[in-house]
């Protein structure tokens, strides 16, 4: 096997079933590597790029610019460094973790709540794309966490605050929520396309939003948004969200667009694909359940759990909804989901939830992995577990039972993958 994804392997692959499970999962994790990604899908033969059978020459371009918003960000502009090294002008990014390198400067922002300096560090993304012409070629690469980082002018980050706090104990969708936030933000929904008019645009979207949503990925700042006010005040209401935030209609103007290219090069649908095909190399059936599940954490775990054959991977991505009672847990949606999947577990099972960025909500860890032993060992603790369900706060359970899953950060971010194999 190559070099794993997954930092504590050894130590928490204790059986057969969760070694497989565990080379599964790191299939997948490998199968949306940003280096790897950017590499096998955009072409530079050293004049011409192509993405998708589109080619550009940067001969027909003065400048090359290179913007970097999401999680991805510091990742993604190390490769494009290294495939058009002085080619590039200069460059500028917003992401989890900080990046200086020759000619680009990736900067550390606030997630999931935007802070001062994510204001600070848009303005300067705003800024620089208002400052190009028509002679220039501007590279952007949106991935997942961009809708918190990226966050201008001030105003929004005042009302993003507020939304996202009402918002995340409703169980709503990101789809939802970025349809809201893009109608509170002069950047988003095509802002950042709108200011970076009349220079070229390519857009290189890593998508963590289920279903393919692309232009939904980072409240999509290059695409042509389809969206209206009225769209956004419809969800506030579907909720019943009596939050005070001030609308603004995103950039509907085709002009804007017309030399604009997205191109999608990664999704969760590439992740499971590719489980499938390691679990099916290791003798396992497999089914995908599906790439867009927004289902409650507890009916996702029903479906699977309801699929009772043997030999069998069960497959699935997407974001669990969660409702948040409680506050204070420090654990993610994939340590709940993981957790609350062992009462569930039968002789010969192994489940596993996973964060594809690695960073599981607060938590240090991607996810967890439970499986015949781990009950076993809370057989006596329901009432510990029930008490750790309701305040969202998972870790120590699966902490005791050596059951986390280690990555750090992937650099990579296509929504939570999770797996049931079924011996």
């Known amino acids: ?49 192509e993405i998708n059978g589109k080619v550009f020459s940067v ?24 495939i058009f090294g002085d080619l590039i002008t200069y460059g500028i990014g917003i992401d989890k973790v900080d990046y200086k390198g020759k000619k680009i400067e990736v900067f550390k922002g606030a997630h999931p709540i935007p802070k001062q300096e994510n204001v600070e560090i848009s303005e300067k993304i705003f800024e620089t794309a208002n400052n190009l012409t028509e002679k220039d070629l501007a590279i952007v690469v949106v991935s997942g966490g961009g809708s918190s980082l990226l966050c201008y002018p001030k105003e929004e980050r005042d009302q993003g605050e507020i939304l996202y706090e009402a918002f995340l104990p409703t169980g709503g969708t990101v789809v939802e929520l970025n349809t809201i936030r893009k109608h509170i933000s002069e950047i988003k929904g095509g802002g950042l396309a709108k200011a970076l008019y009349p220079a070229t645009v390519i857009t290189l979207v890593m998508c963590d939003v289920p279903g393919n949503h692309y232009e939904i990925v980072a409240s999509g700042p290059t695409y042509k948004d389809n969206s209206s006010i009225d769209d956004a005040k419809k969800v506030l209401e579907k909720y019943n969200l009596n939050i005070n935030l001030s609308f603004n209609e995103t950039p509907k103007e085709d002009i804007y667009f017309e030399k604009v290219f997205n191109f999608p090069i990664i999704s969760n649908i590439i992740a499971l694909q590719d489980m499938k095909n390691k679990a099916e190399s290791l003798g396992y059936k497999t089914k995908i359940l599906g790439s867009d599940i927004y289902d409650n954490t507890e009916i996702v775990l029903d479906k699977m759990f309801a699929i009772d054959e043997k030999n069998l991977v069960i497959l699935g991505g997407g974001e669990p909804a969660i409702n948040i009672t409680k506050k204070g847990g420090t654990g993610g949606r994939n340590e709940l989901m993981a957790m609350s999947a062992i009462d569930r577990i ?8 996973v964060a594809s960025d690695g960073i599981d909500n607060k938590s240090d860890f991607a996810g967890g992995i439970v499986d015949y032993s781990t009950k076993n060992l809370f057989a006596n603790r329901q009432a510990e577990m029930e008490e750790a369900k309701l305040a969202f706060d998972a870790e120590k359970i699966l902490s005791d039972s050596k059951d986390l899953i280690k990555t750090g950060s992937t650099g990579s971010n296509v929504s939570d993958l999770f797996l049931l194999l079924r011996k």
């Open 1 to 49: 096997m190559s070099v794993s994804k997954i930092i504590n392997f050894d130590e928490i692959a204790r059986s057969k079933e969760r070694a497989d499970m565990l080379e599964i999962v790191d299939a997948g994790l490998l199968s949306i590597d940003t280096k790897r990604t950017i590499k096998e899908k955009l072409l530079f033969d050293g004049d011409k790029i």
């Open 59 to 82: 001969k027909d371009y003065e400048k090359i610019v290179v913007f970097a918003i999401g999680k991805a960000s510091s990742s993604a502009v190390r490769i494009l460094e290294e």
């Open 346 to 353: 039968k002789e010969g099972d192994v489940f596993a939830s």
